[in-house]
């Protein structure tokens, strides 16, 4: 085997992680909700304009637009995700923002150390990852579950390489 081969075979993936945040209400719910509060503030908008009482009219279709802008913020901050891995000479961490930005973290695995915070109630609240004089969080959106799970099986990566060699 090369040198070349050697490394490479070296440097593949302990563990990759891809991180997204949950979203509970798919396209189909979010246009069945748009469509059934659009209608109930149409008809209570036109039935209040009818009836003289028409500034409650222009409020229902300003709490419409409010609620059109809060789902549609909600599905952008939704299309955030990292990407986590974790190699004999290499962790790295890639967060996408929802406008397809990328920031790339690298640390040494054998100077990284992984953080978590946690809250007796709550469980962990926070994750981060230092080293070499860096910090940065990692899967601040996860709910408390998917939290648990990442921290173990990322905690389990870094323990095989370290202890590898």
Not at 27 to 55: D, E, M, N
Not at 64 to 76: D, Q, V
Request: one cysteine or more; glycine letters at 8%.
């Amino acid at each position: 085997m090369t040198e070349i081969n050697a490394q490479i075979i070296e440097d593949r993936p302990v563990f990759a992680a891809e991180l997204t945040p949950y979203r509970s209400l798919g396209r189909t719910g979010f246009k069945l909700v748009l469509l059934l509060s659009g209608t109930v503030c149409l008809f209570y908008g036109i039935f209040f304009a009818v009836t003289g009482a028409w500034p409650i009219g222009l409020f229902l279709g300003a709490d419409f637009l409010l609620l059109y802008a809060a789902l549609k913020m909600s599905y952008r901050s939704g299309r955030q995700r990292e990407e986590v891995s974790v190699s004999p000479s290499n962790v790295l961490i890639r967060k996408f923002s929802p406008t397809g930005r990328m920031i790339e973290h690298r640390f040494n695995p054998f100077w990284a150390r992984f953080r978590i915070d946690r809250h007796e109630e709550f469980g962990i609240t926070s994750m981060h990852v230092t080293g070499e004089g860096r910090q940065t969080d990692v899967g601040s959106f996860l709910n408390p579950d998917d939290r648990e799970s990442f921290a173990n099986a990322f905690r389990n990566a870094l323990a095989t390489v370290t202890h590898r060699l």
